[in-house]
T-cell receptor, first 117, second 111 residues
Framework: GAVVSQHPSRVICKSGTSVKIECRSLDFQATTMFWYRQFPKQSLMLMATSNEGSKATYEQGVEKDKFLINHASLTLSTLTVTSAHPEDSSFYIC?????????????FGEGSWLTVV | QKEVEQDPGPLSVPEGAIVSLNCTYSNSAFQYFMWYRQYSRKGPELLMYTYSSGNKEDGRFTAQVDKSSKYISLFIRDSQPSDSATYLCAMSALGAQKLVFGQGTRLTINP
């Protein structure tokens, strides 16, 4: 299947700093990418939908200024957690849609563990 | 009522058993149906993808979609301890961008 790479897999940052997570589709072009947050033993919570070349669409309750999303190319989307606080510590996962004949096939990255200390 | 309902389990079965995982949904517009497997502390991995109704088989895995009943299933034959994971169903409508997920079922295969 298609491969989505997410980096870094783990990051620790100090409270008040910003951290960037990258999501790359390695063998296909992804016009749409998604960012999720997952709490322990819970399902995926969609944060935002990222479309290449346009502004991201955020889900209700997700702070746009805190979670900055950029989808500058057909293979790369980034999530920047700004002014991070300990409550932002979580597992963040991206996914990318493979279009064309595959229709709605969506592949996930390996996820990024963020710890804010 | 949630759009997609999935029994969270946990479900524990002996090695070699046939496992049946299920989801029901309420939105008749859903056309694309997927099953993902998620190991602890990892991103979900796409297992099966089905468009509209019918069955699809891939090795030990069989996905079934019954749109008339708004019910999808994933069967795992000859289950192995390595199948122990959380299984998520997901679906979307034609033209929709987002996937709607079930809550996930935690499955443990006991040696």
């Amino acid at each position: 299947g298609a491969v989505v790479s997410q980096h870094p897999s783990r990051v620790i940052c100090k409270s008040g700093t910003s951290v960037k997570i990258e999501c790359r589709s390695l063998d296909f072009q992804a016009t749409t990418m998604f960012w999720y947050r997952q709490f322990p033993k819970q399902s995926l919570m969609l944060m935002a939908t990222s479309n290449e070349g346009s502004k991201a669409t955020y889900e209700q309750g997700v702070e746009k200024d805190k979670f900055l999303i950029n989808h500058a190319s057909l293979t790369l989307s980034t999530l920047t957690v700004t002014s991070a606080h300990p409550e932002d510590s979580s597992f963040y996962i991206c996914s990318a849609r493979e279009g064309g004949d595959s229709g709605n096939t969506i592949y996930f990255g390996e996820g990024s563990w963020l710890t804010v200390v | 009522q949630k759009e997609v309902e999935q029994d969270p389990g946990p479900l524990s079965v002996p090695e070699g058993a046939i496992v049946s995982l299920n989801c029901t949904y309420s939105n008749s517009a859903f056309q694309y149906f997927m099953w993902y497997r998620q190991y602890s502390r990892k991103g979900p991995e796409l297992l099966m993808y089905t468009y509209s109704s019918g069955n699809k088989e891939d090795g030990r895995f069989t996905a079934q979609v019954d749109k008339s009943s708004k019910y999808i299933s994933l069967f795992i034959r000859d289950s192995q301890p390595s199948d122990s994971a959380t299984y998520l169903c997901a679906m979307s409508a034609l033209g929709a961008q987002k996937l709607v997920f079930g809550q996930g079922t935690r499955l443990t295969i006991n040696p």
